[in-house]
């Protein structure tokens, strides 16, 4: 899977633009376990998390 690198103002307008697609990148790196728990989302070993995953 190739990751291009996305600046936050773009990937926000993304968002804005088309949901659909800004809402399924990956752009949250959470490394604490303890809040990926909090968040009730499941760990992953690159720890990299989407808008819908956690703002459902």
Do not use: C, M, Q
């Amino acid at each position: 899977v190739k990751h291009e690198k996305l600046s936050a103002i773009d990937w926000l307008f993304d968002l804005i633009l088309n949901p659909e697609k800004g809402g399924r990148e990956k752009v949250f790196n959470i490394r604490n376990p303890e809040v990926t728990a909090s968040l009730r989302l499941e760990w992953t070993n690159d720890h990299k998390y989407s808008f819908i995953e956690v703002f459902p």
